[in-house]
Each structure stands twice: as structure tokens, then as C-alpha cells.
């Protein structure tokens, strides 16, 4: 979400990217860089948005998982644009 209704997007299923934090089901043997099965998860801990979203939108991310939705949002917008100041105040007391 931006703060300029017209650049707002919904993205659905394969567009959507982020991470997840989970705990697996015990007892499993994992390979790393293969891809997670789903009988392999045992609960989702975290959603967070990929690095690939443009980090000055808000998110809002629902997932259903073992019938039970997952909700995760950062309603932060212009993140970048936003420390800009706080880094040239720093910059400016430091002189």
C-alpha cells in the first residue's frame, strides 16, 4: 500500500512474495536449499514481506494454513524516505 491510492497494488498467490518463519514437525530430516514440503511444516511463527517488495509500501499478508488464517502487516510507508531526515540530523549534530 502507498500513500497514492493509484500506485496500490493486490497481489494473489504466485505474485505474492515473503518470508515465513516456521517450526518444522519433529523427527524431520532436511536438506537445505530444498524446497519445504507442506506436511513438513508444523505451524508458521511469521510472515514478512520479501526483499523484492518495494520496502517504502505498506503490507498485508493472509495466509491460511491447517485451516486457521495467518495475518502479518507493516502499515509503515516511505520507510526509506522517512530516515532520510533522522540520518542528515545525526549527520548535522555530529558538526
Known amino acids: 500500500m502507498h500513500n497514492e491510492e493509484k500506485r496500490n497494488e493486490i497481489l494473489l498467490n504466485e505474485e505474492v512474495k515473503f518470508i ?5 514437525v519433529k ?7 530444498k524446497p519445504i514440503k507442506l506436511k513438513e511444516i508444523n505451524d508458521i511463527l511469521g510472515l514478512y514481506p520479501s526483499s523484492q ?8 499478508m493472509i495466509f491460511k494454513f491447517k485451516g ?9 510507508y516511505n520507510l526509506i524516505i522517512s530516515k532520510k531526515p533522522k540520518i ?8
Open 53 to 60: 517488495n518495494d520496502p517504502n509500501a505498506a503490507h498485508i
Open 68 to 76: 486457521n488464517w495467518k495475518l502479518s502487516y507493516d502499515l509503515t
Open 88 to 95: 542528515l540530523l545525526k549527520e548535522q549534530k555530529k558538526t
Open 20 to 24: 515465513g518463519l516456521i517450526e518444522f
Open 27 to 33: 523427527n524431520i530430516n532436511r536438506k537445505l536449499q
